[in-house]
């Protein structure tokens, strides 16, 4: 299993946490940003992401580097609130750049991945839209 995160105060965390698990090599973590990873082309069979995505700089060149490392037949898994549950919540205001599921679907296609279904998990709160390679 891989991880990868940008703050290095969640780095180490994650560390302390799954110290076991990187030590035996379960769980392989690296510092690094989404928008340009140091993974191979075709690595991964599945990818997926919580809540992430309101965080990422560019958003275009995300999606396009998760193409990049998803094998030809992969799936990407991409788990978000919903633009409107996130502007209700105060925090959010500040660091957060929100989404509508419409904006998701189509920065998706157009970065060469095809939407293969959208899963309501909370009514209007929360979705997981998943996609794979264009072939």
Do not use: H
């Amino acid at each position: 299993m891989y991880g990868i995160e940008v703050s290095k105060d969640m780095f180490d965390r994650v560390f302390l946490k799954n110290e076991q698990l990187i030590r035996n090599r379960d769980l392989r973590i690296s510092l690094e940003s989404i928008q340009e990873t140091e993974f191979e082309s075709n690595t991964f069979d599945r990818i997926y992401t919580i809540n992430t995505i309101y965080f990422w700089n560019e958003l275009g060149k995300s999606f396009s580097e998760i193409k990049r490392i998803l094998k030809p037949d992969g799936i990407f898994l991409n788990i978000i609130y919903t633009k409107e549950f996130l502007d209700k919540i105060i925090y959010t205001k500040y660091g957060f750049q929100k989404y509508t599921i419409e904006e998701i679907g189509k920065i998706t296609e157009e970065n060469g991945m095809r939407i293969l279904d959208i899963v309501e998990i909370t009514k209007k709160k929360s979705y997981c839209i998943i996609a794979g390679n264009k072939k």
